[in-house]
């Protein structure tokens, strides 16, 4: 079976260790995450959604650029008023997004990347809608074929693979601080900057959630 490169760990707990020259005692330092900013203008008219957010990013030392921006343009498809970036790669008991009511009840968990069909059963039994959004060409569809079975059973889980280039052109929008625009019309989304030609956000519904 295929099994994911992406296993999530801690990342204040994920220390290096590093041993001086000569003799001496091991020295453990800890790998902190990168903080990037983003302003981001949302235009979404299929779901009449219309806002302007500013996000703070925390990359895991061992999230791509192109994982990270997969990350925002999740963000800016399926933004909402409580929609908010979790600990993600730092917590594995946490989504990549979610946004939970005001009880704290989850509402929406979204995934990047190609998690294991337990992850999104433990996921879709935790929260009202689980939305998974992998990315890399090939490698997601062999991933695809190892969770389906499963996958589809579970009624409100919603699975999108991204055009094979998209992760990589969206990574060349990546910058410490980023002003951004997103377009969503008639099912298809663009994503860009004022410095940058607007990336196509193409995506296959691999599974939409089924109805009651």
């Not at 296993?7 to 707990?13: L, P």
């Not at 192109?66 to 399926?78: G, H």
């Not at 055009?163 to 060349?172: D, H, K, Q, Y």
């Not at 997103?182 to 959630?209: F, H, M, N, R, Y």
Request: with cysteine.
């Amino acid at each position: 079976m295929f099994k994911h490169h992406n296993r999530r760990q801690r990342a204040a707990d994920d220390p290096f260790s590093v041993r001086p020259a000569g003799a001496g005692p091991r020295i453990f330092m800890a790998l902190k995450s990168t903080i990037y900013k983003a302003e981001i203008q949302i235009a979404n008219m299929d779901r009449h959604y219309y806002a302007d957010h500013a996000l703070t990013i925390a990359r895991h030392p061992s999230e791509t650029d192109e994982r990270m921006m997969v990350r925002v343009a999740a963000f800016a498809l399926f933004a909402q008023e409580r929609l908010e970036f979790s600990k993600g790669l730092s917590d594995a008991d946490e989504p990549d997004l979610w946004q939970k009511d005001l009880t704290g009840a989850i509402e929406t968990w979204i995934e990047v990347g190609q998690p294991d069909e337990r992850r999104i059963s433990k996921a879709s039994g935790r929260s009202n809608e689980v939305i998974v959004i992998a990315y890399g060409g090939r490698t997601s569809d062999i991933w695809w074929q190892g969770v389906r079975n499963k996958v589809e059973r579970l009624r409100n889980v919603t699975v999108w693979s991204l055009g094979e280039e998209v992760a990589s052109e969206l990574s060349g929008l990546a910058e410490r601080t980023m002003r951004l625009q997103c377009t969503v019309q008639d099912g298809q989304a663009w994503l860009g900057s004022a410095d940058a030609d607007p990336v196509p956000i193409e995506w296959t519904v691999l599974k939409a959630p089924t109805k009651s």
